[in-house]
């Protein structure tokens, strides 16, 4: 079984400012992790996605996430945020390659907001 | 290149309607799935297929049916629609389902009255 956790239902920062969204996932096998952005009223983009080769990755909009497995977290991360990042994101797992079809799982999201 | 379509973008049912949201990618990808959103819950998944012919159920499944005769299109029915049905849809598409980017339509938005 996998299962994902965000943490945080509703982070805020002012513009400018870092972002940490935190994820942590559960896992039986090797899991594939990704983030998803969704703006208003729209579908979702990827950010970016782990799928077990570096452990840091880097995403679309200066996003990044680190895979720590002894942590069992994937956070996602912004050195400054923009007025543009305030949107809903989602922490998703899935696994690779069990012989049946995966499905991804994802967290119940953080919505971001940015101030001025 | 139109990627996931949806329809349609908004719909109110009453109860014991019954209707179909449609789904098409032109991406060629094997994998597509059904999606709704709920406040607080993120995700869940209500059906699912790896290629045209083949479908299963995902978290959610009860009250709905779905079926993929070709590979482009993957349509949802709500047999008889429910208030608990009220949500916003998304089809996505992948072509591989574990490991690789899956891309989402713009979702409907459904309202059961």
């Known amino acids: 079984a996998q299962s994902v956790t965000q943490l945080d239902s509703h982070v805020s920062v002012s513009e400018g400012t870092p972002v940490l969204l935190r994820c942590n996932y559960s896992?039986?096998?090797?899991?594939?992790l990704f983030w998803y952005v969704q703006h208003p009223n729209k579908g979702l983009q990827l950010l970016l996605k782990?799928?077990?080769?570096?452990?840091l990755v880097k995403g679309i909009n200066g996003f990044e996430a680190e895979f720590k497995k002894s942590e069992t977290s994937f956070h996602l991360t912004k050195p400054s945020a923009h007025m543009s990042d305030a949107a809903e994101y989602f922490c998703?797992?899935?696994?690779?390659?069990?012989?049946?079809?995966?499905?991804?799982?994802f967290g119940t999201g953080t919505r971001l907001q940015v101030t001025l | 290149n139109a990627g996931v379509t949806q329809t349609p973008k908004f719909q109110v049912l009453k109860t014991g309607q019954s209707m179909t949201l449609q789904c098409a990618q032109d991406?060629?990808?094997?994998?597509m799935s059904w999606y709704r959103q709920d406040p607080g819950m993120g995700l869940r998944l209500i059906h699912y297929?790896?290629?045209?012919?083949?479908?299963d159920q995902g978290e959610v499944p009860n009250g709905y049916n779905v079926s993929r005769s070709t590979t482009e299109d993957f349509p949802l029915r709500l047999l008889s629609a429910a208030p608990s049905q009220t949500s916003v849809y998304f089809c996505?598409?992948?072509?591989?389902?574990?490991?690789?980017?899956?891309?989402f339509g713009q979702g409907t938005r459904l309202t059961v009255v």
């Open positions: 998703v797992v899935t696994i690779i390659n069990t012989g049946t079809a995966s499905k991804l799982t």
């Open positions: 297929s790896v290629g045209a012919g083949i479908t």
């Open positions: 996505a598409s992948s072509y591989q389902p574990s490991n690789t980017e899956a891309f």
């Open positions: 991406m060629n990808h094997e994998y």
């Open positions: 896992s039986s096998y090797s899991p594939s």
């Open positions: 782990y799928t077990s080769a570096a452990t």
